[in-house]
């Protein structure tokens, strides 16, 4: 009876703790259901960064596209022939320029027309102290005193403002007392360069728009009402907003951090805010999301997880009692689980359970030393490559690093990079993992006392993460000595030539992307003269030559024309105001991409394929006087080729078509020139008309004026008003077309069209 009661009580524990395992797995759902109910805001939070990151991203490309059209008209302004003949104008208007004043007064009314964002477009003139508007000519005192003298900018600041250098997208805010503000988009013009001042400006042209403008474009993209949308510049003044905060509370969300939740909390009302930058830097979008407008959505996620929650509970209660009924023999399972073991050889016999399992384990237990090795190889091997993930993307946060040998606050990247002796390259590949773990081992020993490191492999070189204590962006001497005495032990223990090539020092765990990336554009530059390597070093070599626009304009036409001996003078002319002396040679490289360049531009204007001539490896691979040699075969075959080309085909007879073609379709165009037709076929405009007129006899402006006056005859005909042809035919007033029409004919259009009236009445 005793050992019969034993047996049931063993039975029943063995019962009870398989029951109890299976409320332990139940446990797992049961997280998850929790997790869920607590993380569900969370996931419409993202969502949430999702939807009004997309809104804000459309407020960003409509506010760009808005800026960039205001530097579109700017462009425009500083086309018109009208203004550009008035910048250069004295302190008094001749008669014709009395005319040009008023034909580009017309101008600008016609770009406010247009455009009715504009409340004003005008053009400053230093020389005369005077405004040109679309309300008419006028002193810049007047100007003021009409129109800005109710504001926070004085006459004088707005002079010295307008006659300073300014580049296009400038821009100033005007505060009117009551409360209004307009924005002030301003842009040099014409500089008078045949004074004695080298760069003297004669005008200023500036457009000015009402903020209301902007605020209305705003608020089509505000769904709700407590949504607060807002455009700062980039010294962080509010520009425009939609929505009722506050300014300076609207300033202060301006977070550096782009398409992430921020969260701040204002008059008692957490918010959530998102930030996006414009793409040229100088504005700042920013939208702010009341927190109770998230979590209206996150409640029902989170009602729909409780019910869940206890559905889950119930229903595992009952699976668990069911499932412990059928399976409450673990012993058995285990000795048929472990008989399915493949690699587990061992006899089985009948009726003793125990002793099966006894075997298994000893024979489990004999390859638990090789199991282990292997795990602490397969921990080496993920570690060096959670730490080589560090240098392959950017982190914009910290990872759990506690396994890492990294502080911070900064880091820099060290690749080390060890050449093998050309007799060894049997067992290279081998060599190579010898190095790499002879260097890893050196460097750490002799630096890991005084700085926190981690080494990893990266391809056929070494990789060092450094953490930096001080913010100094010095890299110190100490580590220097360090990478030094490394590369010196490797020397004299290996016989090999190891070198390292230093990023700089980046704040926090995203700088290691950028270092190493520094790093390895930085062993592009390492030579047999130097070991020891930084970007800086590199960086600091940016100005060390110059290949101005005009020698390489000057390349690119000699080279498209196929004349190699124009083009070698060219190319010695840029030599002599190449490199310095003292310069590392690594600019003699920098000069001959540029070459490179310049000289596949010409063969494209060619129509030549300058792909498999133009070779930037070769060039990248040659040292010294060898680069020369190089880019000079490359010139010689690329001119050949030119050559061939022009015979087989003459580029001009193509151009000549291509360009007939473009005046024909465009002649409309008030704008149309030879500069605008130059820049459609990417030449330089005194090139494209010695073509043209070497291949038609008539220069390109006189081509572009008789498609005109063509086109004029034919509306002349059929009875339309003077005003209309202009319009029509690419004029930009009556009197221009009457001008030129009478240069080319002879006549006026009034007398043409009583001329041909006259022989239809005779026939």
């Not at 006459?155 to 300073?164: D, I, P, Q, W």
């Not at 911070?408 to 067992?427: A, I, M, Q």
């Not at 056929?460 to 490394?486: H, Q, R």
Request: proline share 3%; aromatic share 10%; glycine share 6%.
């Amino acid at each position: 009876m005793r050992g019969s009661t034993a047996i049931r009580i063993n039975r029943k524990s063995v019962r009870f703790r398989m029951f109890f395992s299976y409320i332990l797995v139940l446990l797992i759902p049961l997280a998850l259901c929790l997790v869920l109910y607590k993380v569900s805001y969370r996931a419409m939070e993202r969502s949430s960064e999702k939807v009004y990151g997309s809104l804000l991203e459309q407020v960003r490309i409509d506010f760009d596209d808005y800026f960039d059209e205001i530097r579109q008209i700017q462009s425009r302004m500083l086309t018109d022939e009208n203004l550009r003949s008035l910048t250069l104008a004295g302190t008094s208007f001749s008669p014709t320029e009395h005319m040009t004043l008023v034909a580009a007064n017309r101008s600008l009314s016609q770009i406010q027309y247009t455009y009715p964002f504009i409340r004003d477009a005008i053009m400053y003139m230093k020389e005369s102290d005077s405004v040109i508007g679309t309300t008419g000519h006028m002193s810049l005192e007047l100007y003021y005193d009409l129109y800005l003298k109710d504001s926070d900018l004085s006459e004088e600041k707005l002079r010295e403002y307008l006659a300073g250098q300014r580049n296009p997208g400038d821009m100033l805010q005007i505060r009117f007392s009551d409360g209004s503000r307009r924005l002030l988009f301003s842009c040099n013009t014409i500089s008078d360069y045949s004074s004695s001042s080298y760069s003297r400006n004669n005008s200023t042209i500036a457009i000015l728009v009402n903020e209301s403008l902007l605020n209305q474009r705003l608020l089509q993209f505000q769904s709700d009402p407590s949504i607060q949308i807002g455009v700062l510049t980039e010294a962080g003044d509010i520009l425009s907003q939609a929505g009722d905060m506050d300014g300076s509370e609207l300033t202060d969300m301006a977070f550096q951090e782009r398409g992430i939740f921020q969260y701040v909390h204002s008059g008692g009302t957490k918010y959530a805010a998102l930030t996006e930058m414009a793409n040229d830097g100088r504005y700042r979008y920013i939208l702010i999301v009341p927190m109770t407008l998230i979590q209206s959505g996150a409640r029902e996620i989170q009602i729909c997880s409780l019910i869940g929650l206890f559905i889950c509970m119930f229903f595992g209660l009952y699976l668990s009692a069911r499932l412990t009924n059928r399976n409450y023999h673990p012993l058995h399972e285990l000795v048929r689980s472990l008989g399915a073991r493949e690699d587990v050889q061992a006899p089985v016999k009948a009726g003793n359970e125990y002793e099966q399992v006894n075997i298994y384990l000893q024979k489990i237990l004999q390859n638990s030393d090789q199991a282990r090795h292997e795990l602490f190889l397969s921990r080496q091997r993920l570690h060096k490559y959670q730490v080589y993930s560090l240098l392959e993307r950017p982190c914009e946060s910290f990872p759990d690093i506690s396994g890492y040998h990294l502080k911070g606050p900064g880091y820099l990247c060290v690749l080390f990079h060890c050449s093998p002796p050309d007799e060894k390259k049997g067992s290279q590949t081998f060599r190579i993992d010898l190095l790499q773990f002879m260097i890893a081992n050196i460097f750490q020993e002799a630096a890991g006392d005084f700085f926190d490191m981690e080494m990893t492999d990266a391809g056929e070189n070494e990789a060092a993460i450094v953490s930096i204590a001080s913010e100094s962006e010095k890299v110190p001497d100490e580590l220097l000595e360090k990478i030094a005495f490394t590369l010196q032990k490797m020397e004299e223990a290996a016989g090999v030539s190891v070198t390292a090539a230093l990023g700089n020092i980046h704040p926090g765990l995203s700088g290691i992307y950028y270092s190493w990336h520094e790093a390895l554009e930085t062993a592009d530059y390492l030579s047999q003269d130097s070991d020891i390597l930084q970007y800086r070093e590199i960086r600091d070599l940016r100005d060390g030559y110059r290949f101005s626009m005009e020698d390489e304009n000057r390349l690119i036409v000699f080279v498209a024309s196929g004349d190699e001996e124009k083009a070698r003078e060219s190319i010695e002319r840029a030599e002599e105001t190449g490199p310095k002396a003292g310069i590392p040679a690594v600019m003699n490289r920098y000069l001959a991409f540029d070459i490179l360049s310049a000289m596949a531009k010409g063969a494209q204007q060619a129509g030549v394929s300058s792909r498999k001539i133009v070779r930037y490896d070769a060039v990248e691979q040659a040292r010294g006087q060898k680069i020369r040699e190089t880019v000079l075969s490359m010139l010689s075959e690329l001119c050949t080729a030119v050559r061939e080309k022009s015979r087989e085909n003459p580029p001009s007879s193509r151009l000549y078509e291509e360009v007939c073609r473009y005046i024909q379709e465009n002649y409309g165009n008030p704008d149309l020139n030879i500069s605008q037709t130059g820049l459609h076929f990417n030449l330089t405009p005194s090139y494209l008309s010695s073509l043209f007129k070497k291949e038609s006899g008539v220069s390109l402006l006189g081509y572009i004026n008789s498609i005109r006056i063509a086109k004029a005859k034919e509306l002349l005909i059929r009875g339309d008003s003077v005003v209309n042809i202009a319009e029509q035919t690419g004029f930009r007033d009556s009197g221009a077309l009457i001008r030129v029409f009478k240069k080319e004919t002879g006549i006026t259009p009034g007398q043409f069209r009583a001329m041909h009236a006259r022989q239809e009445a005779s026939e």
